[in-house]
């Protein structure tokens, strides 16, 4: 009897050694683990807004012909490349008329001109461009929106009258036609062509840049800042 009970008495301590080793060695994995997941986390939070990094330079220069400067929590990622001058997001039709009336000893001359213009509202890039991307946010930062241009694209003659002695000249005709641009990039100025345009780049750059921080354009120049 005591032969035959001397095996149990030495299994189990081989038992609990072995018990030992398996939970000192899942202790040894866990706490390396724990260890390096900071290191872990970092690698793979950066590889993401480098991602994102590129994403944004696909859809600049997709939109805008140009590479951004591009940081990366503070580290330049990318530089920005040589601009474009201009950024043109929207374009609308303008229309404005303009009419001399002149009267003379009594005799009365008269030009009324319709003017049919595309106003072109935009970013002026000489200003600046770049990009900045954290964890909690990506910021792109440049000029507010403005009127880039106005173009004519037909002028049509509503009346062209001339009195008897007071006949209209060709300076007449040329001081009219300069009034019609004048007026158009007024009339431009004053619709919300521009607020528009920058609502317009936001969206087209949501619509590229799909991520779950949030995309903030921050506007600025010389008159205002935000």
Do not use: C
């Not at 260890?35 to 590889?47: G, K, L, N």
């Amino acid at each position: 009897m005591s032969k035959s009970g001397t095996p149990h008495r030495v299994a189990w301590p081989i038992a609990l050694i072995v018990v030992a080793l398996v939970i000192a060695t899942t202790i040894v994995v866990v706490f390396l683990r724990l260890e390096s997941w900071p290191a872990r986390t970092a690698r793979q939070s950066t590889a993401e807004l480098e991602r994102l990094g590129k994403n944004l330079r696909a859809a600049f220069v997709d939109i805008a012909h140009l590479q951004p400067r591009i940081t990366i929590n503070d580290r330049v990622y990318m530089e920005q490349t040589t601009p474009v001058s201009e950024l043109v997001v929207l374009s609308r039709r303008i229309e404005v008329e303009h009419e001399l009336l002149h009267t003379w000893a009594g005799s009365s001359k008269r030009v009324k001109l319709h003017g049919t213009f595309l106003a072109k509202a935009g970013f002026d890039l000489r200003k600046g461009l770049s990009v900045d991307i954290r964890p909690n946010e990506i910021m792109v930062q440049l000029p507010h929106a403005q009127i880039l241009g106005v173009e004519q694209q037909q002028v049509d003659v509503l009346a062209f009258e001339n009195g008897l002695w007071n006949r209209i000249s060709g300076q007449d005709v040329q001081t009219e036609l300069s009034m019609l641009p004048q007026l158009a990039w007024k009339k431009a100025a004053e619709t919300e062509l521009t607020a528009e345009a920058e609502k317009n780049l936001q969206q087209q750059l949501e619509q590229r840049i799909q991520t779950a921080q949030p995309l903030r354009l921050v506007f600025k120049d010389e008159n205002k800042n935000e």
